[in-house]
Each structure stands twice: as C-alpha cells, then as structure tokens.
C-alpha cells in the first residue's frame, strides 16, 4: 500500500493531551446549548447562529495556533497574502462562516413551504436531513475524484483547488473554487430543504451539525473524536482526504461518515496520520500559490495526470 503514514506524537504538554480529547465534547455542548435555546426562544435564532459560529472558530483557531499538530501544515504570511487573501475575496467570506449563513438562508427557504418532513417529529426531520444531505454530497464529491466523463472531469477540474495546498488549517476552508462551493452549498444542502419542506429548528439543528464538522474538519490540531469517528466527520478522517497518496485519499463524507463505511471508502487509523499532503505541479497541477491559475484550471484544456493524488509527494507547489 505505499510508504507507511506517520505516527503522531503525543500534543506537546499536557495540557494539549487533555484538550486533544475534550475539545470535541466542549463543542458538541456548546451546540446543545445554541439548540435548546433556540427551541425555546425561536426569535434569538439569528443571533444564536451568529454567537455559536464566532464560538466555534474563535475556540478552534486557538487551539490550532496553541497547539499545532503540525508545523508544516500551518497557515504562514506568504500563503495567507498570495492564496487565501484572494480566494477569500472571491468566495466572499471563511467556507465556515458561509456555513452558518447558509445556515440562515436555509431557514428562510424551509418557511411556508410543504413538503415531505412538514408536520413530522423534529429528530425525525434532522436525521432525515442529515442523511439526504449527505447521500448528495458523498455521491457528488465522490464523482469528482472519481471522474470518468467530460461532466466529472469538469468538476473535478473545480475540486482540485481544494487539494492544492500542503497544508491543512482552518482557513484552509476557503480554499475553494465558487463554483465546487455552490455546487455542494446550493444544489447540495438548499434544494433538498425546498423540496422536502423542513421546519425551520429541524433545519437550524442537522444544519448545524454539518457546519461544525465541515469547521473543524480541517484543523491542524490533534482533536480526537474516539468512537464518533464511526459516525462522523473529524479531523482525523478528513485529513486522509488530502494525502499525497492515492490510497489514502478517501473519506469522502463531509459531516456524517456512514457512506463511507457502507461503500468501502472508509479510513481511520488511530494514532497515525498522512506523511503528506496535496497534488503535484509535476502532474499538470497549478501550484497553491497561483489562486488565479487555479480559477481558471477548470476552463483549460493541460493535460493532468489522473483525478486522485499521485503515490510521491511533491517537493515544491509554489512554483
């Protein structure tokens, strides 16, 4: 299978190992919290969204900053001024406070309208949701990096953006073309909600849900999940998504990772974690440095080598 992954040393201090395993729970009460307040005072729904985004990345860019897993996978001034400045731009804010506005917008799209959920138990509607929205989003992101048609191809061309860099940090979530963005974002989470007819808490719950998971999954932090592994989607899944090794780089699930358990795509591996990250400029890829050439990929005709990352790392994407 390739050259073995790293194994992870334990966090630097104790106080990093403690974290390392409370950290998730912190956040998982913080977000019963939002949830009951918001189910007993519906009108401070906004403001909630609003409160629990900013907790949420507030406390996760501290811990990544104070306890990095890894050096080498954090953020510095030249990718942050030459990549993510303008991809931030161009996405028009961070991938995780577009979650909790889309959030929002779900919301509204769910009011007055009928459908399937409308009128069903609240855990009912929020487990129906999770499970549509994840279905989409494994099939769709699982046909980008599997690609076998011109349609596919074109959207892996979009996705391959995401799987530029060496790095793997939380700003990394706007390391995104806007077009892979609305495609999962609109055709992906808001259709689902028009055409199924959720109640604007069922939507606020699962929907809040996925906007932590996809926040936390890139963080360079030794989080540790433990059994919800099995059910979903943390940092220790997702950054095999971003190796540098092709058999590696699956885990194509976004909050929940039961699909890919179902369908053969699964990889956890408690204590390592992936020796390197992202595609190679040798393969006809735009190097993480070049934010404008990666806008564009998806509109040449250069050759790649495959849709998946190659067995040997590269030396040097900034090129």
């Not at 890919?260 to 393969?283: C, H, I, K, N």
Request: aromatic letters at 12%.
């Amino acid at each position: 299978m390739g050259v073995m992954s790293e194994v992870i040393l334990q966090p630097s201090s104790e106080r990093g190992a403690i974290l390392a395993r409370c950290s998730y729970p912190f956040l998982l009460a913080g977000l019963g919290l939002a949830i009951y307040w918001v189910s007993k005072f519906p009108q401070d729904l906004a403001l909630v969204a609003a409160v629990k985004g900013a907790v949420t990345v507030g406390v996760l860019l501290y811990l990544e900053l104070r306890y990095p897993l890894q050096a080498r996978w954090g953020p510095t001034w030249h990718l942050l001024l030459r990549r993510d400045a303008l991809l931030l731009l161009v996405n028009g804010a961070t991938f995780g406070l577009l979650n909790y506005a889309l959030v929002l917008l779900a919301i509204d799209a769910a009011a007055g309208w009928q459908g399937w959920a409308s009128g069903r138990p609240i855990w009912l509607q929020v487990v129906w949701g999770l499970v549509v929205f994840e279905l989409l989003q494994y099939s769709v992101h699982r046909a980008m990096h599997l690609s076998k048609g011109p349609l596919t191809s074109f959207l892996w061309r979009c996705h391959a953006l995401h799987h530029l860099p060496q790095q793997l940090y939380l700003v990394m979530h706007i390391v995104f073309h806007p077009l892979n963005l609305l495609i999962i974002r609109l055709a992906v989470q808001l259709l689902p909600i028009w055409i199924f007819g959720y109640d604007p808490l069922a939507v606020f719950i699962y929907g809040s849900i996925i906007a932590l998971h996809g926040t936390l999954s890139h963080l360079n932090f030794d989080m540790r999940l433990g059994w919800a592994n099995y059910l979903f989607v943390g940092p220790e899944l997702h950054r095999y998504h971003h190796s540098a090794r092709s058999h590696e780089a699956v885990n194509y699930g976004a909050a929940l990772s039961v699909f890919d358990q179902l369908f053969g795509t699964f990889r956890y591996s408690p204590g390592v974690y992936p020796d390197a990250l992202g595609l190679r400029v040798e393969d006809g890829y735009p190097g993480q440095t070049q934010p404008w050439t990666s806008l564009l990929f998806p509109f040449v005709s250069s050759r790649v080598v495959g849709n998946v990352a190659p067995a040997t790392p590269s030396r040097t994407a900034d090129e």
